[in-house]
């Protein structure tokens, strides 16, 4: 049985730091593409970053050089540290897999079809 699970939520203070960590479990070992996403009540969708199979990883623009992400200690597992955590950054976020194919490069990763998605675990940044 295929599972996404996100765990690390939680509410810090503004300039305070969080790491969340995402496990897929059940997908055979080959090419894949793991992201993060986010989503506040009143905006769309935002990937984050991602990380696939050869190492390759993207931050994007918003929030790159507060956030960081690389691969836990075992295939399929990821990791997004936080820091300098600002309120615009509370949001919920959501870990996803595409588990056939590692990503494209930079923001277009974001745009693949992701076949496995996490519940999402809630982040809140106070000011």
């Known amino acids: 049985q295929v599972r996404v699970t996100e765990s690390g939520g939680g509410s810090v203070q503004a300039g305070g730091s969080l790491t969340l960590s995402c496990v897929a479990s059940?997908?055979?070992?080959?090419?894949?593409?793991m992201a993060w996403f986010r989503q506040s009540p009143r905006k769309e969708r935002e990937g984050v970053a991602t990380?696939?199979?050869?190492?390759?990883?993207y931050i994007a623009e918003s929030v790159k050089g507060r956030f960081a992400v690389s691969q836990d200690n075992d295939v399929y597992t990821l990791a997004l540290r936080m820091n300098n955590l600002r309120p615009e950054d509370t949001a919920m976020y959501y870990c996803?897999?595409?588990?056939?194919?590692?990503?494209?490069?930079?923001?277009?990763?974001?745009?693949?079809?992701?076949?496995?998605w996490g519940q999402g675990t809630q982040v809140t940044v106070s000011s």
């Open positions: 996803a897999i595409d588990s056939e194919d590692d990503c494209w490069p930079g923001a277009r990763a974001f745009e693949k079809h992701f076949n496995g």
């Open positions: 059940g997908y055979a070992v080959g090419a894949y593409c």
């Open positions: 990380f696939d199979n050869e190492g390759r990883m």
